[in-house]
Each structure stands twice: as C-alpha cells, then as structure tokens.
C-alpha cells in the first residue's frame, strides 16, 4: 500500500496499478489502509481513462459506511466529482447530499471537502438550469464560509443570478 501511495505521488500509474493489483481485495486492511486502497485504485483508475472502474471502487467503499464521516467525505466528493464530469448529475447531487447531511449531523466533514462539495452543488445546480437551488447553496456557503475564506466571486456570481432573475433588490446586497 505504502509503494502504491508513493507511485501515485510520483505520477508513475502503471506502477502503483501493479502494487494494487499484488494487494487484491481479500486482505485484512484496517479501516485506514482500506479507505486509502480505494482512494488509490479510483485515482490511477481515473488517470487510466477508466472512469467507470473508479466509480464502482468509491461507490464499493461508501456502501460500506462505518460511521467515519472524517475518512469517507473525501471518496463520496470524488465520487460526486467523477459524476458530475460524466454528467450523471442527478446521481451527483444525491452523493453530494450525504457529504453535506455527514457534515450537518457530525460537523466532522473536512472543511475543505465541504465547501467544495457546497460549490460543485451548485455548479449541477446551474448546469440543470435550477437557479434558485443554485443561489440557496451559494448563500449557505457565503454564511459558512466568507468570514475565512475569499469567496469574493460567489458572492458576483449570487448578485448576477439575482439580477438575470430580475431581483435588483437582492442583487443589490
């Protein structure tokens, strides 16, 4: 697992597949070093132009949930990620909302993974043309999220959907 991680880092794919691949499925992993396998197999699956393979690996180690939100955020928004580029976007928006319920229940979702999972959110959410949904996620993230981070653009970005609608009123503030 250690060589296959440190293949990845170094871009070398072939490689870490190769480490993987002698791993298999059948070992004894902890929790830890299981999430990590997965994490690895979809990424040098990924970079492969295999898609679909690193889709089935995130959606087999979520199923398999054990109440970690901390470890298993991450492969859920790569998951949604990897969804949302192949236009699966209703799927998109229902693993995306297990990382945004993980984070209202537990407040153990990374910061970064849950504001990047509040973004991407709304992106399908403009994509599939629903602005109001989009201008309610980015309101959440600008009330979460503005006071530590620069999110100056969300903040354009929510004013333009409101004036396009033609709410001077809200585009105004």
């Known amino acids: ?82 969804q949302a580029r192949r236009n699966l976007n209703t799927e998109a928006l229902t693993t995306l909302k297990r990382v945004l319920v993980m984070q209202e229940d537990s407040q153990e979702v990374p910061e970064e993974i849950h504001v990047n999972a509040l973004m991407l959110q709304a992106d399908i959410h403009l994509k599939k043309g629903e602005t109001l949904d989009a201008i309610a996620t980015y309101e959440q993230l600008l009330e979460g999220y503005e006071s530590s981070r620069p999110l100056e653009s969300i903040r354009y970005k929510v004013g333009d959907l409101y004036f396009k609608k033609g709410d001077v009123k809200s585009a105004e503030k």
């Open 1 to 82: 697992l250690r060589l296959a991680s440190v293949s990845v880092k170094q871009d070398n794919y072939s490689l870490a597949f190769k480490y993987l691949k002698d791993i298999g499925t059948k070992t004894k992993l902890t929790l830890d070093e299981e999430i990590e396998r997965v994490e690895l197999a979809s990424r040098v699956a990924e970079q492969r132009g295999q898609e679909i393979a690193a889709m089935k690996y995130l959606e087999m180690l979520t199923k398999s949930w054990k109440g970690q939100p901390a470890k298993v955020s991450r492969p859920l928004f790569k998951l949604a990620e990897i």
